[in-house]
Structure formats: C-alpha cells, structure tokens
C-alpha cells in the first residue's frame, strides 16, 4: 500500500492536518493503526471529532506512537487504499524521555521508505520568529531534495503573522514546493490531494 507520510516539529499541526485532510478526502470515521513503541498494534475506530479530541494538543509530543490511517480515494472509475501516516514530532539533539526518543526512531524508519513526505511547518510561528529555521530544517531540506516526492506544508495560515512565515519558509526551502495550509479552514487541501493523488 503506498505510504504518505505527515512530518514535522511538534507543535507544527500534523496531527490536525491528518485527521481535517482524511475528512477532506471524504471519510467520517477514521480506523487508525497505532503502532506502540513496544511495536504492538493496536486499532481503533474513531469519528473526526474524538480523534481530534484526544490527539490534536497544544502539549508537545501528544503524538507518541506512530498513527497510520488507512484510507481509500477514488481515482477514475477505481478506488485506490494508501495509508495516511501521522509521526511523532522530530527535534534536535537526544530527547531526554526514552518513549520519545524510541517514537522518534520508530518515525525516522517508518518515513524513509515513504512514498510521498509531508513535511508540516508552523507558518505562524516562523512569521513571528523568522530565525527558528535549524540544522533539522537545513538537514531535512536536503534529504527532501534528494529524494524527492517531498513536498512542505506551510501551515497555519489562518493565522495573521502566517504570511510573513510562509514567505520565509518559501525562500528557505527555494527548491522544494511549497503549499499554505490550514488545518482549521482547509486551504491549501486541494493542492496537497494533487499531489497524494499522483502517487496513487
Ligand atoms: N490556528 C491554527 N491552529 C492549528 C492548525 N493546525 C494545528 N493547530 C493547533 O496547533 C496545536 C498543535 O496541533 P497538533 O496537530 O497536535 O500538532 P502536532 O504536534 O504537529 O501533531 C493544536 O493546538 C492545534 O489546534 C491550523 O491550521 N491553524
Ligand atoms: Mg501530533
């Protein structure tokens, strides 16, 4: 099944965006497959408004395991099942807590052999600070660039310091393509499931 995974700092709206762009593409409960860090799976069947209920967080690092969502599109007259997979958010250095540090591990692995990455930012956030670009922003750029199928969310567009972020985040990331996002309203869903699409 191809693989689409949703990448990102914590904090950046991954999770909101995997469960608002599931429900985009049309699907009202969402079966989701989470992976423990003991590699146990475990499923569980949930409607948009639980699963953003209890994993959209402003608390960073709410998403601990690995959560794929397992989704069908229909493309032309046939229907097509790809795996939408939410990660654990990625940070610098070593974290200090040893569940974190395994679901960062467990998502390094899981990305690498994914067909197409989504790597979400904070718009906002980088509009209000527009140095918060790091050696994991520049190190993800050029694996982004090297593998391609890789494209950025800049994210959090509804909010008003999002537009001198995505600015920023567009020449950062000159060589890659860029789309503005909104978890809350949905903009930008319709370009991102172009690009779902083609991998399909
Ligand atoms: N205004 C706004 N808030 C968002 C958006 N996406 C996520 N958030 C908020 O940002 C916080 C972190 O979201 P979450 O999806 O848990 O981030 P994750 O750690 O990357 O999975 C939560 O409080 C969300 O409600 C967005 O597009 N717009
Ligand atoms: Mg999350």
New binding site residues.
């Given amino acids: 099944m191809r693989r689409t995974a949703v990448i ?10 995997t469960i608002s762009f599931a429900t985009y593409l049309g699907f009202q409960s969402l079966r989701f497959v989470k992976q423990t860090v003991e590699g146990e799976a475990v499923e569980l069947e949930l409607s948009q408004e639980a699963a953003a209920a209890s ?4 608390t ?4 601990t395991s690995i959560q794929a969502l397992e989704l069908e599109c229909a493309v032309g007259k046939g229907k097509r099942q790809f795996e939408l997979l ?1 990660t654990c ?1 990625l940070v610098e250095g070593i974290h200090p807590e040893r569940n974190i540090r395994l679901a960062m591990a467990q998502s390094l692995q899981l990305i690498k052999d994914a067909d197409l990455v989504l790597h ?1 930012i ?1 718009a ?1 956030a980088v509009g209000r600070n527009q140095d918060s670009f790091g050696v994991l922003e520049e190190e993800l750029a050029s694996w982004g660039e090297a593998r391609g199928n890789y494209l950025l969310l800049a ?5 008003p310091a999002a537009r001198a972020g995505l600015a920023a985040i567009q020449s950062f990331f000159s060589a890659l393509p860029v789309i503005a ?5 949905g903009q930008g869903f319709k370009e991102v499931k172009k690009y779902v699409l083609r991998i399909l």
């Avoid at 960073?60 to 998403?63: D, F, G, N």
């Avoid at 996002?181 to 309203?185: G, K």
């Fill in positions: 990102g700092r914590p904090n950046a709206g991954k999770t909101a965006f994993l959209v967080s402003p960073p690092h709410k998403t939410d958010g979400v904070d906002a994210n959090k567009m509804d909010l996002t909104s978890a809350r309203t």
